[in-house]
């Protein structure tokens, strides 16, 4: 499925970020609206470097207008809350959130480092990857994946390169 009308008149891509706060303690936000249709498989590369004041960055890949619906919410937690060295991963369908899934067998980054991320979208599930290393898997609660056509990365992150392949 390709962008809303809407969508279609803006920008490929935009960038925000919060308005009145020192730059070190920004928090940015991109989006990337995909003009295309998506076949199997695909692959969204995210490299970046955390930033030296860091609470949490989010990627997620949503589907259609008015983003009710979130086929991966990828939420890294380094400090929030009570959550410490956390991803979480989960959807969103018809704006209500589903059930969390947080196990991960290591956390794979650290503060004021480089690092990749590659979300590899194949049939059956998310497959990502951390610096050349693969991480976790996320079944697919959103069918077909081939709905998606924006990716948001949010956050306490500064991006080097997004690429698509």
Sequence with gaps: MGPSSLQKKQEPFFFTEEAGAPLLYRRSRWVFYLNFLVFYPWRPFVYSMIRPIWSRFTINLICGSGWKDIALHFDVRFNVNKDKNVIVRNHKANNEWGS?????????????????????CDAAAFKVAVNNQHFIEFAHRIMPPNKIDTLEVSGDVRLTLVRFQ
Excluded at 103 to 119: E, G, K, R, V, Y
Aim: aromatic share 10%.
């Design 100 to 120: 969390e899934e947080r196990d991960i067998p290591h956390f794979p980054l650290i503060p004021s480092t480089n690092f990749d991320i590659l979300i590899l």
